[in-house]
């Protein structure tokens, strides 16, 4: 153990037994309280229209130009029924796997441009849709929102 310097040391030692006075009544009475319980945070919504979107990662997808991208954010919305929290579960433990493939696919295929038409934006929705569908292997995302498309 490292030794402190002297004036140091000196006042350390004597500030010992004014910590001992300060805590020695105290101490006790707060060990002898019981727990307080630790709230719980707030439990997810059960609202159906609010838990049917899930919200993926930014997907940065690479552009024509050099160290260019396009950086994309989109929710998935599945579809209404009976077992929806289940679907959700679902859905939501594929994400990486969607986001994985979509950043391959929208790279390969072309679909994200600066020039993009409206036209363009709901052919890669679709493809998006799709690709989610596919990666679940059921269709339960009945829509994409893109929330951000943003070009660096």
């Known amino acids: 153990m490292a030794r402190c ?63 260019g991208y396009a950086r994309l954010l989109v929710d998935l919305v599945v579809r209404k029924s009976g077992s929806l929290a289940a679907d959700v579960e679902t859905v939501s433990s594929y994400r990486p796997r969607i986001i994985g493939t979509v950043t391959e696919a929208l790279a390969a295929e072309e679909l994200v441009r600066r020039d993009a038409t409206p036209a363009d934006l709901a052919r890669m929705k679709a493809r998006i849709r799709d690709i989610a569908n596919t990666a679940v292997g059921k269709d339960l995302v009945e829509d994409v929102f893109v929330v951000s498309l943003f070009f660096v």
């Open 5 to 67: 310097p002297l004036p140091s040391r000196r006042m350390l030692l004597a500030s010992l037994p004014a910590l001992a006075l300060w805590v020695g009544p105290a101490g006790p009475a707060l060990a002898a309280e019981p727990a307080k319980p630790v709230k719980k945070p707030p439990p997810k919504s059960q609202d159906p229209d609010a838990i049917r979107y899930i919200h993926l990662t930014p997907i940065l997808v690479p552009g024509k130009e050099r160290l």
